[in-house]
């Protein structure tokens, strides 16, 4: 059997093995399983898909190809079981990655919260959809229901948001914070319930901009994508925009950036169009991406681009003084 490991993951030794539940074993699950496995923990998992158990297996052992990770747990630890009851019967933490349908996540939730012993945590994958929302059905504990939602490539980036609603106890949400943290991923807590959560609005915000910048013929698909790709988003790959602003401003620091340059920054905020994706839109978006991406391998490109985080993570680990 192949066998993963994480760099960043607390070693089993020091911490207690989880038993984890993962429903749902797309590629969002399989990341989730590669995560636990690589951690130490025994992870039961549960698809309803015919195939979903070889599927799973072999993504998780690519998963962990990709990131290297080869030296303690084997596939071994990873069982696949008949019903999704059975899968979380025994869990300490549960990681739904369900179809992006709120009535069809609300079914799920409500069927783990009432198989599931109720001193588990149960996480959700969602990309958008607020705790308070995902718990509508369930009766048994709604309050541990939280969303854990990972960043793409979700087996290689370390984000993870989570989201409590306001029925959540802060020992739920520490717990869901700490598993996170011992599987070597990023967990940020995000503090009120809002469409998209936080990583997913940054990006809308950054995205209008662009569709309006393109819309209005300003500039190219692809000058937009070299705009970001070889100016902030090289510096963001090693600080936050936050902090990284902080440091232009020299000794002087934030206040110094906000005081001298926050009346221009203004005018440009509030110079930003909003935009509607309309069919002509659409069409420019679409055919400046082809246009850009013409004759590119998209196999090749995905590839790079993951080789390239893994060297990024690498670096991050090294400079430990970043934040």
Known sequence: MSAITSADAVPVSSKAALNVAIIGTGVIGAAWATGFLAAGHTVTAFDPADGADERLRKQVSNFG????????????NL??????AEAVANADFVQENGP?????????LAEI?????EAAVIASSTSGFSPSQLNALASKAPGRIVVGHPFNPA???PLVEVVPSTGTSAEVIERAMETYRAIGKKPILVRAELPGHVANRLQAAMWQEAYSLVDRGVVSVADIDTAISYGPGLRWAIL??????SLSGGA?????????????QEVWMHDLKQVHLDEDLKEKLISGVDEELEDRDPTVLTKQRDDM?????ALKRKYGELP
């Open 309 to 313: 985080l893994l060297e990024v993570i």
């Open 79 to 84: 069982t696949f079981a008949p019903s999704l």
């Open 113 to 117: 919260d009432a198989a599931a012993p």
């Open 65 to 76: 190809a990709e990131a290297d990770a080869c030296t303690t747990t084997v596939l071994d």
């Open 155 to 157: 087996h290689l980036v």
């Open 252 to 264: 002087g620091g934030m206040r110094h950036v906000l005081d001298h340059l926050g009346p221009p």
């Open 240 to 245: 936050g925009p936050l902090a990284q602003q």
């Open 100 to 108: 992006e349908r709120l009535e069809v996540k609300q079914s799920m």
